[in-house]
């Protein structure tokens, strides 16, 4: 891969800060629509799980070939290390123009927004999330997960209270200040002078692709488990039983499920569990991959139509089943998943799996 033109200095025109594989991805996809030229700095807020540790080096090797600087920050190396992080950053943060983030529920991109004073500041897509954030910004909401909407705040949300205030204060258009939300998802309820650019995966399918199309299925995994969403046993009969009836031999596993569940999963399905080294949607274009991917509401099934435009590739989405969730499920959480499978445009709708 050829590098891009521009040669990002110390002082750049635009920093962005990423803290998963896929917010680098859209920082990329972002970058590449934009003019040619302007330096770009990535910083990467690294994680401490070893799995999107090794999917963020990755795709800071591609975004090293693109021509864009990459600054890796142990961000959560100890209880030394923000502060550490931050007072390296504020000389970049002040002399940055534009800020490109791909959290803007992050309270570290959110104490972050309140150093800079760039005049554009951009949020890439980081899934799901992004249509919950238009939608709060929109509202004038405080900014919150959907998945933890509607529990009570607990000592260290009002704790930080005032930075997320600031932050949402910042993330909202002014005089001499400007907000663009580059995007793949369904963005309804757009705020006031919000810009909003579509996210194709130009990059994706240029860089990389077509695949080799085999006859089988894959699915995908979901960390709903892992976030208290859905129960692990009603989530694992569910997985079975899409395998069995659509032919899947393997698990494209997310990120941050456990190990445990994962054993579990293959020993009882029989399903091969790949741990992508990449997000899926470069494992899609790259390939090999099936002729119907099997999702569940999630991310993915608005980008891999997209990701794999112009190949035989059926994405089909299977709906949360209500009794799947549990009590801790957030009072959203059904119909924010509905809403996912719903606006998701290009993909195939499948019968729900009942429960156990």
């Not at 910042?170 to 002078?193: E, I, N, W, Y």
């Amino acid at each position: 891969m050829s590098p891009r033109a521009g040669n990002p200095g110390t002082t750049p025109h635009t920093l962005a800060f990423v803290e998963s594989p896929v917010q680098l991805l859209n920082v990329l996809e972002w970058a590449y629509a934009q003019e040619p030229g302007a330096g770009l700095t990535l910083v990467v807020l690294s994680p401490t799980d070893p799995m999107t540790r090794g999917q963020l080096r990755r795709m800071a090797e591609l975004a090293r070939d693109e021509g864009h600087e990459v600054r890796w920050e142990e961000a959560r190396g100890g209880p030394t290390a923000p502060f550490r992080t931050i007072g390296g950053l504020v000389p970049l943060l002040r002399a940055a123009q534009r800020v490109v983030m791909g959290d803007p529920f992050s309270r570290y991109v959110q104490l972050l927004l309140t150093i800079t004073r760039a005049a554009d500041l951009v949020v890439v897509d980081d899934g799901t999330a992004t249509m919950e954030f238009v939608g709060q910004l929109a509202r004038g909401e405080r900014l919150v997960r959907w998945h933890r909407k509607g529990s009570r705040p607990g000592p260290r949300d009002l704790l930080f209270a005032p930075v997320s205030s600031s932050a949402r204060r910042r993330l909202t258009p002014a005089a001499g200040r400007r907000v663009q939300v580059f995007s793949s998802m369904p963005v309804t309820d757009t705020p006031a002078d919000v810009t909003v650019t579509p996210h194709t995966f130009a990059w994706t399918r240029d860089r990389f692709g077509p695949p080799r199309v085999t006859k089988g299925a894959d699915l995908v995994g979901t960390s709903l488990v892992e976030t208290g969403v859905v129960d692990g046993d009603s989530y694992l009969h569910a997985v079975g039983v899409l395998a069995r009836t659509h032919g899947a031999s393997r698990y494209f596993a997310h990120r941050r499920e456990s190990a445990d569940k994962l054993h579990r999963l293959a020993v009882e399905t029989g399903l091969e569990v790949v741990r992508p080294d990449l997000p899926l949607e470069l494992i899609a274009r790259r390939g090999p991959i099936g002729r119907t991917v099997l999702s569940f509401p999630s991310t993915v099934v608005h980008t891999l139509p997209l990701a794999l435009a112009g190949t035989d590739v059926r994405v089909a989405v299977c709906d949360i089943d209500p009794t799947w969730l549990t009590a801790h499920a957030s009072p959203r959480a059904q119909g924010f998943l509905s809403g996912v499978t719903g606006t998701a445009k290009g993909v195939d709708r499948l019968a729900t799996v009942t429960a156990l």
